[in-house]
């Protein structure tokens, strides 16, 4: 705002008490999509870069702000989009980034703008989601402050950014082919988790700490690519580090070496401070903790990303430094790296999860009402199910031909809502064959929905696995979790109504469920889907339409393949409505996912 404009906003502001809102900007970037030959972690393999950087540009704006991206699609023979992680897309549900849900994928050689608010201060991030584009590098952080005049609910001195991602050596193409062939090529462990993009393979920071044959990068191997992204910070201060996990498969135990974290915002909510000694962060989670720099200055810290909850071998930690300053940056620190917890160690994930409680500013689940998950066959390929459906995803897309009410565009049968109280959730689906579906539940404006997600075995016998739940355009209340299956006798009782923590990703354990509560006051086409790229890309979700008559105009652009090509207005009109049963106000949804590993020839 230039000085004349807050003179007159000084003047105003006596006289109309206005100008509070003119402090929200427009933030507009041009981004240029394109494969380069990048070394993230010192292997030199193609990575998707923005405007020739990986991992893409940081947006940082304020609460209240409008972001517009203009997104031109350099890629050469393949389609994108990119989803807001975490921004909730209120009135702009076109702009939510999913290719065949809120719109096309932009052609190659053209450009799309996203144009949507930032409506709430906190820590998210961007990212592909069209095919597995995000296990291609396409990624970056979302930082939005507080609006002017407002204030946290803490304090700090500085802030430190991180963002977690996992990285293969294999191509992206490889890796999607791979999983959707016959016989079923699983992509294994990721060679190197990454720390703001950058990781080293085959050689450690932390190597003369280690107890295997890691060696220490040279100097000729380390090129600036690949080369620590080292967070200097003064002594006796307090900083704000923001952690964004954008992996594509792996969970992560995030430690500071000599510094404990209080927790203090989860997926862009402010939770009830807490102090911990690592975090258990899944795909799709975003933390703030801060720590206070009081630790022995003569030396610097390790920061550790170590992967858990998947059967070793695992990769090595990603490790960067805190550097104290005046230490040398590049100073190793005199203690070794900390100690990563068992990966199995499900109890202490448990726990951590349960403490994370709504800070009381948080708004309060409404007081009452739901779906289940399992890995299956269907015809010998290996998918995920939900309720015994894989997802699938039509040509067109669905926020497009709900509006038009195009029914031959997608399959609008409407999946099972529950399922049998007598599946055994410890035991192999006794009936791995499953059918590929949308998995399309609509809900009608205003009611309260509640999703029990139930985790299965999968087709081995005493074998089930952690999946991080991500949904669209809202964030849910995390009711609880719990091991075994859901009763609704006994644990639906004991939910906590009380200071249930607001979030847009959950974790399921193993075998064990999660309950989660949100209101749909949000209409748009949303998907709720395992954050775990392969697992999505085997069907491991669901589409939730919700008040599709209250979408309003779409605008031009979005809609330009499939069935809705042609359609630039409400050609169906917007009454038609979706198809499928109306739904009761509360609803009661469980999901379970089943996976199956054998196939038939
Ligand atoms: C978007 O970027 C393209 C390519 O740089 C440019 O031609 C186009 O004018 C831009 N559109 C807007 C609205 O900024
Ligand atoms: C962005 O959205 C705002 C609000 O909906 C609208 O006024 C503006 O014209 C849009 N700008 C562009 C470039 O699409
Ligand atoms: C890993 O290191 C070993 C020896 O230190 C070397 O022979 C090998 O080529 C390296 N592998 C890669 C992929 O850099
Ligand atoms: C390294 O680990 C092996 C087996 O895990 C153990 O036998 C050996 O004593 C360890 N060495 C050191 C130096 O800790
Ligand atoms: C930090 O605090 C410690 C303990 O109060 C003090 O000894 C030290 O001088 C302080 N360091 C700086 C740089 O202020
Ligand atoms: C971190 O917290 C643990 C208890 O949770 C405590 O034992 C330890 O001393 C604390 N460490 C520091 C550096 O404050
Ligand atoms: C899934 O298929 C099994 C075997 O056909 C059947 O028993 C079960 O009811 C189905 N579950 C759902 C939710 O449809
Ligand atoms: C699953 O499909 C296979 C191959 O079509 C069939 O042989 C088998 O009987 C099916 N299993 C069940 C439980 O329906
Ligand atoms: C939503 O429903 C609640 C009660 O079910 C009602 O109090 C409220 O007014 C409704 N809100 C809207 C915007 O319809
Ligand atoms: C599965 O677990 C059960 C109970 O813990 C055990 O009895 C059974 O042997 C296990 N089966 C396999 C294949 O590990
Ligand atoms: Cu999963």
Same mark, same amino acid.
């Given at each position: 705002?230039?000085?004349?404009?807050?003179?007159?906003?000084?003047?105003?502001?006596?006289?109309?008490?206005?100008?509070?809102?003119?402090?929200?900007?427009?933030?507009?970037?041009?981004?240029?999509?394109?494969?380069?030959?990048?070394?993230?972690?010192?292997?030199? *393999?193609?990575?998707?870069?923005?405007?020739?950087?990986?991992?893409?540009?940081?947006?940082?704006?304020?609460?209240?702000?409008?972001?517009?991206?203009?997104?031109?699609?350099?890629?050469?023979?393949?389609?994108?989009?990119? *989803?807001?992680?975490?921004?909730?897309?209120?009135?702009?549900?076109?702009?939510?980034?999913?290719?065949?849900?809120?719109?096309?994928?932009?052609?190659?050689?053209?450009?799309?703008?996203?144009?949507?608010?930032?409506?709430?201060?906190?820590?998210?991030?961007?990212?592909?989601?069209?095919?597995?584009?995000?296990?291609?590098?396409?990624?970056? %952080?979302?930082?939005? /402050?507080?609006?002017?005049?407002?204030?946290?609910?803490?304090?700090?001195?500085?802030?430190?950014?991180?963002?977690?991602? /996992?990285?293969? *050596?294999?191509?992206?193409?490889?890796?999607?082919?791979?999983?959707?062939?016959?016989?079923?090529?699983?992509?294994?462990?990721?060679?190197?988790?990454?720390?703001?993009?950058?990781? !080293?393979?085959?050689?450690?920071?932390?190597?003369?700490?280690?107890?295997?044959?890691?060696?220490?990068?040279?100097?000729?191997?380390?090129?600036?690519?690949?080369?620590?992204?080292?967070?200097?910070?003064? !002594?006796?201060?307090?900083?704000? +580090?923001?952690?964004?996990?954008?992996?594509?498969?792996? %969970?992560?135990?995030?430690?500071?070496?000599?510094?404990?974290?209080?927790?203090?915002?989860?997926?862009?909510?402010?939770?009830?401070?807490?102090?911990?000694?690592?975090?258990?962060?899944?795909?799709?989670?975003?933390?703030?903790?801060?720590?206070?720099?009081? !630790?022995?200055?003569?030396?610097?810290?390790?920061?550790?990303?170590? !992967?858990?909850?998947?059967?070793?071998?695992?990769?090595?930690?990603?490790?960067?430094?805190?550097?104290?300053?005046?230490?040398?940056?590049?100073?190793?620190?005199?203690?070794?790296?900390?100690?990563?917890?068992?990966?199995?160690?499900?109890?202490?994930?448990?726990?951590?999860?349960?403490?994370?409680?709504?800070?009381?500013?948080?708004?309060?689940?409404?007081?009452?009402?739901?779906?289940?998950?399992?890995?299956?066959?269907?015809?010998?390929?290996?998918?995920?199910?939900?309720?015994?459906?894989?997802?699938?995803?039509?040509?067109?897309?669905?926020?497009?031909?709900?509006?038009?009410?195009?029914?031959?565009?997608?399959?609008?049968?409407?999946?099972?809502?529950?399922?049998?109280?007598?599946?055994?959730?410890?035991?192999?689906?006794?009936?791995?064959? %499953?059918?590929?579906?949308?998995?399309?539940?609509?809900?009608?404006?205003?009611?309260?929905?509640?999703?029990?997600?139930?985790?299965?075995?999968?087709?081995?016998?005493?074998?089930?696995?952690?999946?991080?739940?991500?949904?669209?355009?809202?964030?849910?209340?995390?009711?609880?979790?719990?091991?075994?299956?859901?009763?609704?006798?006994?644990?639906?009782?004991?939910?906590?109504?009380?200071?249930?923590?607001?979030?847009?990703?959950?974790?399921?354990?193993?075998?064990?469920?999660?309950?989660?509560?949100?209101?749909?006051?949000?209409?748009?086409?949303?998907?709720?889907?395992? *954050?775990?790229?392969?697992?999505?890309?085997?069907?491991?979700?669901?589409?939730?339409?919700?008040?599709?008559?209250?979408?309003?105009?779409?605008?031009?652009?979005?809609?330009?393949?499939?069935?809705?090509?042609?359609?630039?207005?409400?050609?169906?009109?917007?009454?038609?409505?979706?198809?499928?049963?109306?739904?009761?106000?509360?609803?009661?949804?469980?999901?379970?996912?089943?996976? +199956?590993?054998?196939?038939?020839?």
């Amino acid at each position: 705002m230039g000085k004349a404009m807050m003179m007159l906003c000084f003047l105003l502001a006596f006289i109309f008490q206005i100008c509070i809102l003119a402090s929200a900007e427009v933030k507009h970037y041009d981004w240029d999509v394109e494969y380069m030959y990048w070394k993230p972690d010192c292997v030199e *393999h193609l990575v998707m870069g923005i405007n020739g950087k990986f991992p893409g540009p940081t947006i940082r704006a304020k609460a209240g702000d409008t972001v517009q991206v203009n997104l031109t699609n350099k890629l050469g023979t393949e389609g994108l989009v990119i *989803h807001w992680h975490g921004i909730r897309q209120i009135n702009t549900p076109w702009f939510d980034g999913t290719a065949s849900i809120s719109q096309c994928a932009i052609d190659v050689g053209e450009s799309f703008v996203y144009n949507f608010t930032v409506d709430r201060a906190g820590t998210y991030f961007y990212h592909g989601h069209f095919g597995m584009q995000r296990s291609a590098g396409l990624y970056g %952080s979302i930082v939005v /402050d507080v609006a002017d005049g407002e204030k946290e609910p803490f304090a700090y001195d500085g802030e430190v950014n991180l963002l977690l991602s /996992d990285w293969w *050596h294999e191509s992206v193409h490889e890796q999607e082919v791979g999983l959707s062939s016959k016989p079923f090529r699983w992509i294994g462990e990721p060679q190197s988790i990454l720390i703001n993009g950058k990781g !080293q393979y085959n050689c450690s920071l932390g190597a003369k700490f280690l107890n295997d044959s890691a060696r220490s990068c040279s100097d000729t191997e380390m090129s600036p690519q690949c080369q620590p992204d080292i967070q200097s910070v003064d !002594q006796n201060k307090t900083y704000r +580090v923001r952690i964004a996990s954008t992996t594509s498969l792996a %969970s992560i135990s995030f430690v500071i070496g000599n510094h404990n974290m209080t927790l203090v915002e989860a997926d862009g909510n402010y939770i009830q401070p807490v102090s911990v000694d690592s975090l258990n962060i899944y795909s799709g989670d975003t933390y703030s903790v801060l720590i206070t720099t009081n !630790q022995d200055p003569s030396t610097n810290y390790w920061i550790s990303a170590y !992967q858990i909850a998947r059967k070793p071998p695992l990769p090595p930690p990603g490790l960067t430094i805190l550097n104290y300053k005046p230490n040398p940056v590049s100073d190793t620190p005199l203690s070794p790296p900390p100690t990563s917890p068992e990966w199995n160690d499900f109890a202490g994930g448990k726990s951590f999860a349960n403490k994370i409680l709504a800070l009381k500013s948080i708004p309060k689940p409404p007081t009452k009402s739901d779906r289940l998950n399992t890995q299956n066959t269907i015809n010998g390929y290996v998918k995920w199910a939900i309720n015994n459906v894989s997802l699938v995803l039509p040509t067109t897309p669905l926020i497009g031909s709900l509006k038009f009410g195009l029914k031959n565009a997608f399959d609008g049968k409407s999946p099972a809502e529950d399922f049998p109280a007598t599946y055994d959730i410890m035991k192999p689906p006794v009936n791995p064959n %499953s059918t590929y579906g949308n998995n399309l539940y609509n809900f009608d404006y205003n009611i309260t929905i509640d999703v029990i997600i139930q985790n299965a075995n999968i087709l081995s016998a005493n074998v089930s696995e952690v999946h991080p739940w991500h949904l669209h355009g809202h964030d849910f209340w995390v009711l609880g979790y719990g091991d075994g299956k859901f009763s609704e006798e006994n644990d639906g009782k004991n939910l906590n109504l009380d200071n249930p923590p607001l979030r847009n990703t959950v974790v399921i354990f193993p075998h064990g469920w999660t309950a989660i509560r949100f209101v749909t006051d949000n209409p748009g086409v949303w998907p709720f889907h395992c *954050h775990i790229e392969p697992h999505l890309h085997m069907g491991m979700g669901v589409v939730f339409a919700e008040a599709v008559d209250k979408i309003k105009t779409i605008p031009d652009g979005v809609l330009t393949c499939g069935l809705t090509a042609k359609n630039s207005g409400p050609v169906g009109g917007s009454s038609s409505g979706p198809p499928g049963a109306a739904v009761p106000t509360h609803y009661l949804l469980f999901i379970y996912a089943f996976y +199956v590993i054998y196939s038939f020839i």
